[in-house]
Every structure is written in C-alpha cells, then in structure tokens.
C-alpha cells in the first residue's frame, strides 16, 4: 500500500479536506452540481443491471447518495481522513482503505470519479488497467481533457482520443463522453453492448 507515512506531508486531498471539510470543494470539485453532473454521467453507463459497484478513490462516499436502491456498494480511497468521514456519513456501507492498484475487490461495476485529478498518465493507465481487471461488467471513469479550456497548476488532463485507443485494447466496447462539461470526458468500458 502506498498510504501516507507519519510525518509526510499532506496529499492535495487530504490537504482540501482539512481546509473544506466532507464537501465538494473538500474532494477537490468546483461545485456541488459539476460532481452531482460528473456522478450522473458515470451512471448512465449502458450495462443494464448491476448488482454491485466500487467505488475507487471515493472520498467521503458522496456516490452513495446516487446508487439505485438494492445495490451493494464498497467504497476505496487511499486517504485514512476520506475512509473515516465516510463511514461516519455512510455507517451501513463498506469502505476500505487502499489504492487501486492494491485492492482485491471485484464488482460488476467499477467507478471512478477524480480519481486522475492530481496523478499523472503512468498512473492513470495502470488504474485503468487494474479496475478492468476487478470488474465483471463495465469500468466507468472521468478525466480532465487536454480538449478542453487550460489546465490549472497541478492538475493532470488526459488526451481523451489517446485514453480511449488505451482503453479498447482492455475491452471490446468502449464508449467516450465529451458533451457534459467542455474540461471533462468519461470513458465507458464493457464486456458486453448495453
């Protein structure tokens, strides 16, 4: 696991949680609406039903407002203050904290939101990577795009066209999304057409 040492400095999202508290802003989002907007794009992934889902980087478990009724739902973040203001929040869900590139869950749904944010393309194609690997459904994520408006310091935006080649030689359906936010795309990954 990669979890932060005692003594070493703060994350960017630990550092936004200690100043925004369990908020949008907190997890490093603009606003409430571009996240709730981000959540509703993800979900619209055309795998018809699912049983399960993960959540990967999930912060302080905002998606579980979002999920259909019945489906079960196991939230991971790297971040120990995100795991612990979720289970607060959420107490009924399961939260677990780790790195994607460590987890051993499996769903039939993988999403991510933001996860890439503050990361950069090594990392972003070996997530990818490992969420195709632990679903057995469909992966759902989201990206700032180098399409979009000038990147801010510090942020990582993906090239969408190079994400998707990527991700079609994972899976046999994939479909890209650029027309919620201007700054933003979302890549759906399945093992069967919706």
Known sequence: MRL????????????????????????GWGSDQSQTLR?????????????????????????????????????????????????????????????????????????????????????MLAAIRKMWECCTKAVAFNSLSTWGKAAVNGEFSADPAKVFDFCHTLAPYVVLRCDYLGHDFSVYMMRERG
């Open 4 to 27: 932060r040492e005692e003594g070493e400095r703060l994350t960017t999202y630990a550092q936004l949680l200690a100043k925004y508290g369990p908020t949008a802003r907190g997890m």
């Open 39 to 123: 959540w509703k794009v993800l979900l619209e992934v055309p795998v018809g039903e699912y049983k399960s889902i993960l959540d990967v980087g999930c912060g302080v478990g905002d998606l579980c407002d979002h999920i259909p009724e019945g489906v079960e739902y196991t939230g991971i973040d790297e971040e120990p203050e995100m795991i612990r203001f979720a289970q607060i929040r959420h107490p009924s869900r399961s939260f677990i904290c780790t790195d994607i590139l460590d987890c051993q869950e499996k769903a039939d749904l993988i999403v991510s939101s933001g996860l890439f944010t503050f990361r950069d393309e090594t990392f």
